[in-house]
């Protein structure tokens, strides 16, 4: 099992940039790749960007992809999400998930094992 935390969300202005985390505990971090996903009021929780175990291979949404970096460093069990030209639209909770089965991740939401808590990211227009 591993437990996730998120932070580094906040209040940003539209065109402003954040840089996610997302530390890992538990079982070794490495042997999980990872993802991160979003929830907007009202909506249903949508992939936005994945990556394999050892960091080699990254994947994004069509909606973040040029202005979203997802990367990891297995050494410091911490996940990121560097986000760039920030949109109202990017405004939801993000989460990191962790999946134990699929070395490059997965686009959907049940492929995932273990969840963090979430981190606001609020983009003013």
């Known amino acids: 099992q591993v437990q996730l935390v998120e932070s580094g969300g906040g209040l940003v202005q539209a065109g402003g940039s954040l840089t996610l985390s997302c530390v890992a505990s538990?079982?070794?971090?490495?042997?999980?790749?990872m993802g991160w996903f979003r929830q907007a009021p009202g909506k249903e929780r949508e992939y936005v960007a994945r990556?394999?175990?050892?960091?080699?291979?990254?994947y994004y949404a069509d909606s973040v992809k040029g202005r979203f970096a997802i990367s990891r460093d297995n050494a410091k069990d911490t996940l990121y999400l560097q986000m760039n030209t920030l949109k109202p639209e990017d405004t939801a909770v993000y989460y990191c998930?962790?999946?134990?089965?699929?070395?490059?991740?997965?686009?959907?939401?049940?492929?995932?094992?273990?969840w963090g808590q979430g981190t606001q990211v609020t983009v003013s227009s």
């Open positions: 538990g079982r070794t971090f490495s042997t999980y790749a």
């Open positions: 990556i394999s175990r050892d960091g080699s291979s990254t």
């Open positions: 998930a962790a999946d134990r089965d699929w070395t490059y991740g997965s686009i959907y939401r049940r492929d995932y094992d273990y």
